[in-house]
């Protein structure tokens, strides 16, 4: 089906985003895998590019325009080229709200320009050892001290953890408050007390840094209180649903990738003297995965149009998410079984993108937790 929701101006930014894969990622992406993180230079080309930064209004070098189409382009953009490592979706879309959204004036002034241009990347800081789904177990804490806070505690799996720059931190600025008793602090690189830990080993996603972070007796000036005292778990609630569409498209791109790639490759592959297409056990699993992926880029359509004309909402979003993601896990491990032994190689572009992909289900709120928020708002 022809997809309806993209204009020529989206055509046009779609070659920009492959022409900057070709030029300034694919060709250092191994090196990248193998280092365990990106360039800072790329960070930069994406800047000069336009990529980063396109909701920020262009008075302080932003691209300017809420249309999350442009968002949806470079999300699917990057996963059809197998290169999550370069996390501009985290940085525009995911964090992007808080900067635009939640920042003073003077917040703005000082930190969307350097959001825009490269030279300040980004990452948000919620999970800790102790608290994942639940983040009313957050335990980092900041103490009043009239004109700074006392941040101690530590965070874990943050993307963007060992680069960034600025790192918006949830920490509990009121002890008794549940989860009405967080706000939202950013920390700045080079803070004293701000310490990087490891650069975590995953199974996927090689190229992202993903970092423990510690934070000892850090002093956070009071001006870099993002949003309101005490009202993080709203922000983030707020936030969280452009996050998990924004999961969600990459999701739905990576099936749909899946199916190309291997559609070709069981035309090409012989086994019993034909083309294993012929078969047809291989006929019917590529026409259950071409159905659910059909199916499900309709969904996500209408949630992207959706949410570029503000209205969607947090339920739609959690189902776009657990839906897209489950489904890109199915077709990601049937795809693989259909390569043979050939799937299980690394070189195989199907084998990476069933280890880059295995943690949608988990990150930006795991699969039973979406279903929890869609279940309580259909039952309470
Ligand atoms: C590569 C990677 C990148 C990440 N990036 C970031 C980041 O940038 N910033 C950040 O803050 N975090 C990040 N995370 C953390 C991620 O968001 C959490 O791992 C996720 O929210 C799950 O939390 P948890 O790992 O503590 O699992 P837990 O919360 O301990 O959950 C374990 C299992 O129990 C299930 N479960 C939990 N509660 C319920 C319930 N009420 N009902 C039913 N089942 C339940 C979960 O669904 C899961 O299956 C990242 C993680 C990874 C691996």
Redesign the pocket.
Known sequence: MKRQIFAPEHDAFRDTVRAFLDREVLPHYAQWEKDGIVSREAWRAAGKQGLLGLAVPEEYGGGGTPDFRYAAVLAEEFTRAGAPGLALG?HNDIIGPYLTGLATEEQRRRWLPGFCDGSLIT?????EPG????LQGIRTHAEDRGDHWVLNGS???????ILADLVIV?ARTTPEGGAHGLSLLVVERGTAGFERGRNLD?IG?KA?D?AELFFHDVRVPKENLLGELNGAFLHLMTNLAQERLSIAVSAIAAAEHLLEITTEYVKEREAFGRPLATKQHIRFEVAEMATECAVTRTFLDRCIEDHSNGELDAVHASMAKWWATELQKRVADRCLQLHGGYGYMSEYPVARAFTDGR?QT????????MK?IIGRSLLS
């Open positions: 985290l990452a948000i800081a919620m999970t608290a994942g789904s639940d965070k874990t799996f943050i993307s963007n953890g949830v995953k996603q992202q993903t943690i988990i990150y930006g709120g795991t699969t039973e937790i929890e």
